[in-house]
């Protein structure tokens, strides 16, 4: 039975390393995409460069959201501002279906181009602006999925965070009697018994002494 659940978590953690590599390769593709055709959109079509640019700052704040703080807190907040979320992502989802129909009603003519090289250059661009229209609706499906589960999941609790336990300072006893400091040899009136050796140690020196007795070396 412990080799059957070893077995299973090892291909379970295979499998969610394999959809990590996956989705990353996924999102440096589409945000090289993004910084290429925010610059080529701007001279082809001012709807669809604003799109990219609102798809690339999207894609900037939830990807930064995910490797800061971590799905769970992502989940977090989609569920305390589930509403917006909810009115945003169907505003996002409607603008993408729209540019989909338009990448897929898209007919470029040869005859319209002076040249070849012209039409070429022409359809790789609207070619390029397409591919990164369609992968960003497959991102927002599996983005319409994590809101789904976010939203029948509920808040997820935090585990709180470890205080760390700071060691008590050591009672020490002061003794107001003029007496020579077995450390610095000088009289003074204030000493402090921290130690089981009953040296007197004069209160300046006991400041500088760093939890250690400073004349058996022994810690307190």
């Given at each position: 039975m412990y080799i059957?659940?070893?077995l299973i978590n090892n291909v379970y953690n295979m499998f969610l390393s394999i959809i990590?590599?996956?989705?990353?390769?996924?999102?440096?593709?589409?945000?090289?995409?993004?910084l290429l055709n925010t610059i080529i959109s701007y001279y082809y079509n001012k709807f669809i460069f604003v799109y990219i640019l609102l798809s690339l700052l999207?894609?900037?704040?939830?990807?930064?959201?995910?490797?800061?703080?971590g799905l769970n807190d992502l989940i977090n907040i989609i569920h305390s501002y589930k509403k917006n979320t909810i009115i945003t992502f169907v505003l996002y989802?409607?603008?993408?279906?729209?540019?989909?129909?338009h990448c897929q009603n898209t007919f470029i003519n040869p005859n319209d181009y002076q040249n070849n090289n012209e039409y070429l250059l022409h359809k790789n661009r609207v070619i390029s602006i397409c591919v990164t229209i369609y992968m960003t609706f497959v991102l927002e499906v599996l983005f319409m999925g994590l809101i789904l589960y976010a939203l029948k999941k509920g808040p997820i609790e935090q585990p709180p965070?470890?205080?760390p336990q700071i060691e008590p300072i050591p009672v020490i006893s002061i003794i107001i009697d003029k007496q020579e400091c077995a450390v610095c040899y000088e009289e003074k009136e204030?000493?402090?018994n921290i130690c089981k050796c009953n040296q007197k140690t004069c209160e300046e020196c006991l400041k500088k002494c760093n939890r250690v007795c400073p004349t058996c070396r022994q810690p307190f």
């Amino acid at each position: 039975m412990y080799i059957d659940n070893r077995l299973i978590n090892n291909v379970y953690n295979m499998f969610l390393s394999i959809i990590y590599i996956i989705y990353t390769m996924y999102t440096l593709i589409l945000f090289t995409l993004y910084l290429l055709n925010t610059i080529i959109s701007y001279y082809y079509n001012k709807f669809i460069f604003v799109y990219i640019l609102l798809s690339l700052l999207l894609f900037m704040y939830s990807n930064m959201i995910i490797i800061i703080c971590g799905l769970n807190d992502l989940i977090n907040i989609i569920h305390s501002y589930k509403k917006n979320t909810i009115i945003t992502f169907v505003l996002y989802l409607t603008y993408t279906i729209i540019l989909v129909k338009h990448c897929q009603n898209t007919f470029i003519n040869p005859n319209d181009y002076q040249n070849n090289n012209e039409y070429l250059l022409h359809k790789n661009r609207v070619i390029s602006i397409c591919v990164t229209i369609y992968m960003t609706f497959v991102l927002e499906v599996l983005f319409m999925g994590l809101i789904l589960y976010a939203l029948k999941k509920g808040p997820i609790e935090q585990p709180p965070v470890p205080v760390p336990q700071i060691e008590p300072i050591p009672v020490i006893s002061i003794i107001i009697d003029k007496q020579e400091c077995a450390v610095c040899y000088e009289e003074k009136e204030k000493f402090g018994n921290i130690c089981k050796c009953n040296q007197k140690t004069c209160e300046e020196c006991l400041k500088k002494c760093n939890r250690v007795c400073p004349t058996c070396r022994q810690p307190f």
